[in-house]
């Protein structure tokens, strides 16, 4: 059983940077597409960032500019650099990898268990 673990939310304040970290445990033979979801209260949720198996990376229009995913050298890792947060990214982020295992003949997606990050002053 495939389980990703996420770290970095924080409370910071308007203008700070966070970096979000997401890793996968042992049984992966390939990661295809991976990327970050965010859940606010009352908004719905957004695809906010996603990254390739040919890393190619994919930014949502709201954060464009500020925010960067990127895959890391370590088997089965994904980032999310966020540069110059305000309110709006207040949220619970999620990170999600499409993975084949050797257990399994197709693709199965796998979720993080989210980590907030609040930005206030």
């Known amino acids: 059983q495939v389980q990703l673990v996420e770290s970095g939310g924080a409370l910071v304040q308007p203008g700070e940077s966070l970096t979000l970290s997401c890793a996968a445990s042992?049984?992966?033979?390939?990661?295809?597409?991976m990327g970050w979801y965010r859940q606010a209260p009352g908004k719905q949720r957004e695809l906010v960032a996603h990254?390739?198996?040919?890393?190619?990376?994919t930014i949502a229009d709201s954060v464009k500019g500020r925010f960067t995913v990127s895959r890391g050298n370590e088997r089965a890792t994904v980032y999310l650099q966020m540069n110059n947060l305000n309110s709006e990214d207040t949220a619970v982020y999620y990170c999600?990898?499409?993975?084949?295992?050797?257990?399994?003949?197709?693709?199965?997606?796998?979720w993080g268990q989210g980590t907030q990050v609040t930005v206030s002053a």
């Open positions: 990254i390739t198996a040919d890393y190619i990376p």
């Open positions: 999600y990898m499409e993975i084949r295992t050797a257990q399994a003949l197709v693709l199965e997606t796998y």
């Open positions: 042992e049984g992966v033979l390939y990661v295809y597409d």
